[in-house]
């Protein structure tokens, strides 16, 4: 059973720094690719970012392009997600996922954290 627990979300003002963790485990994950998306209130869902368990390839949205980093530790089974220079339009609950598939289509992704909430004050 895979599982994937999310922590590192909170309150911050503009300008601001998170960092959000994804722990996972359940399986082995070579050959996955690990994502964070977000969704805002009255939103919806949108990809930020994923990243290739076996080589660390990375793919970001437009939108955090520049300001979040998103990596990974195969040691610890976790995924992280750096966001500098945070936006008011950055407030979302923010879930990392997991697929086998190399898209930014979330019904691609099977396994889903259960979300944690940033919010950017302004």
């Known amino acids: 059973q895979v599982q994937l627990v999310e922590s590192g979300g909170g309150l911050v003002q503009a300008g601001g720094s998170l960092r959000l963790s994804c722990a996972a485990s359940?399986?082995?994950?070579?050959?996955?690719?690990m994502a964070w998306f977000r969704q805002a209130p009255g939103k919806e869902r949108e990809f930020v970012a994923r990243?290739?368990?076996?080589?660390?390839?990375?793919k970001y949205a437009d939108s955090v392009k520049g300001r979040f980093t998103i990596s990974r530790d195969r040691a610890k089974n976790t995924v992280y997600l750096q966001m500098n220079s945070l936006k008011p339009e950055d407030t979302a609950v923010y879930y990392c996922?997991?697929?086998?598939?190399?898209?930014?289509?979330?019904?691609?992704?099977?396994?889903w954290g259960q979300g944690t909430q940033v919010t950017v004050s302004s």
């Open positions: 996922a997991i697929s086998t598939l190399t898209t930014i289509v979330g019904s691609s992704y099977p396994y």
């Open positions: 359940g399986r082995a994950f070579s050959g996955y690719y």
């Open positions: 990243v290739g368990w076996n080589f660390g390839t990375t």
